[in-house]
């Protein structure tokens, strides 16, 4: 049953890692049917370590766009550009989750905290969704340091478990007139270090001495996490082409329910 669970769990992280639903908050969740073994430490451990191969599917998956070098390992200018502004919006993340990481863990890690970021960003997403909003930022070239940074600051709302990375940082460019597409790509290039950030703080403080048959559960749920996000992030890629994101609003409203209801019962 624990290769059964570290599956069931890596496809919970593949899938939601990069939707705007909340991998945490989903995690939360489930990790309270969902135990690998008898060291409820080390499936914390698990769940941080399986985000590493999901941000490696962002890495292949945009690989074009993000590699820096030209032929010859010259430095492409507009990737390097590119590369600056995700590290710019990085920055706030990287001091507020330094800065408040026990505090995070030891006051909002708990389904309460999920269900309320989750209905209160489901609303907000509907909200957005019936407003009519002005796109000046057409590329990632039109898309300024300054925006850049505003957008780092909206994935800080992140650190709320439930509320969502990908949410947070899409909303923010949506609001910031970005289209669709740079929105979703620029949250996607972000996660690349936040997530090595968050996933690397969280290693050393949890450490990584596990037995053998850990390493093994960690391997077949990496290889599971990154086949996972990878298809999703294709499915997503193509899905806001044309259509809004609503349907996530939704989702986020019913299961945020669903825990206040289950919590009742």
Not at 28 to 56: C, H
Not at 189 to 213: D, E, Q, R, W
Not at 236 to 265: E, P
């Amino acid at each position: 049953m624990d290769y059964v669970n570290a599956v069931l769990l890596a496809v919970v992280e593949g899938v939601t890692e990069f939707l705007p639903i909340s991998s945490t908050g989903h995690l939360i969740l489930v990790e309270q049917w969902l135990t690998l073994g008898n060291d409820p430490e080390f499936t914390k451990t698990f769940l941080v370590a399986i985000q590493l191969p999901a941000i490696l599917s962002v890495i292949v998956y945009f690989w074009g766009r993000l590699w820096p070098f030209q032929a010859g390992f010259k430095l492409d200018p507009g990737k390097v550009l590119l590369w600056s502004k995700v590290v710019a919006a990085f920055f706030p993340a990287a001091v507020l989750g330094f800065l408040f990481d026990d505090f995070i863990d030891a006051h909002l890690f708990n389904p309460f905290t999920v269900m309320v970021a989750l209905i209160v960003g489901g609303v907000v997403i509907l909200a957005i969704e019936r407003q009519t909003h002005a796109e000046h930022i057409a590329s990632m070239a039109q898309l300024s340091f300054r925006t850049a940074v505003l957008i780092g600051l909206f994935q800080c709302l992140a650190m709320i478990p439930g509320t969502s990375r990908s949410a947070s940082s899409i909303i923010g460019a949506l609001l910031l007139g970005a289209s669709r597409t740079v929105a979703a790509e620029f949250s996607f290039f972000l996660a690349i270090p936040t997530m090595v950030g968050a996933t690397g703080l969280k290693l050393l403080k949890n450490g990584i001495g596990f037995s053998a048959h850990q390493w093994a559960l960690l391997a077949v749920g990496s290889v599971v996490s990154f086949v996972v996000a990878y298809a999703v992030i294709a499915f997503f890629m193509q899905f806001i082409r044309n259509r809004t994101f609503t349907i996530f609003g939704w989702y986020r409203i019913a299961l945020g329910i669903l825990i206040l209801l289950l919590s009742f019962a």
